[in-house]
């Protein structure tokens, strides 16, 4: 049998590192009404534990969803063309891939 690779503490992208912490169920969907959500003045991503949990492309999912909202922040998208937004995200995202090894262990292991 594999070990699980759990997931990161932390992701670096551009000069940040940002926090993924995983928070109780219960207070990400009844208080928050959300699965994940990023916190650009901490750079802190908050994420469901029992998603994160539970692994499987949808923990994937949920993570990559988020990191795209930190692209967004980092790279200033707000108001750029469709274009600008796609090789703003593709970039950033391949940089997170390339620099957090940890990350994409954890990633691969949970899309196989």
Same mark, same amino acid.
């Given at each position: 049998?594999?070990?699980?690779?759990?997931?990161? &503490?932390?992701?670096?992208?551009? *000069?940040? /590192?940002?926090?993924? #912490?995983?928070?109780?169920?219960? +207070?990400? %969907?009844?208080?928050? &009404?959300?699965?994940?959500?990023? *916190?650009? /003045?901490?750079?802190? #991503?908050?994420?469901?534990?029992? +998603?994160? %949990?539970?692994?499987?492309?949808?923990?994937?999912?949920?993570?990559?969803?988020?990191?795209?909202?930190?692209?967004?922040?980092?790279?200033?998208?707000?108001?750029?063309?469709?274009?600008?937004?796609?090789?703003?995200?593709?970039?950033?995202?391949?940089?997170?891939?390339?620099?957090?090894?940890?990350?994409?262990?954890?990633?691969?292991?949970?899309?196989?």
């Amino acid at each position: 049998m594999t070990k699980r690779v759990q997931l990161p &503490e932390f992701v670096r992208l551009s *000069h940040y /590192r940002i926090s993924l #912490i995983p928070i109780n169920s219960q +207070i990400s %969907e009844e208080c928050a &009404e959300q699965q994940g959500s990023f *916190h650009s /003045r901490s750079m802190r #991503i908050y994420l469901d534990e029992d +998603i994160i %949990e539970n692994g499987g492309s949808i923990a994937v999912d949920l993570v990559k969803h988020e990191l795209m909202h930190a692209i967004f922040y980092v790279r200033q998208l707000d108001g750029a063309n469709e274009e600008n937004i796609v090789n703003g995200m593709a970039t950033h995202y391949t940089e997170i891939e390339k620099n957090n090894p940890d990350y994409l262990r954890w990633k691969l292991q949970n899309l196989n």
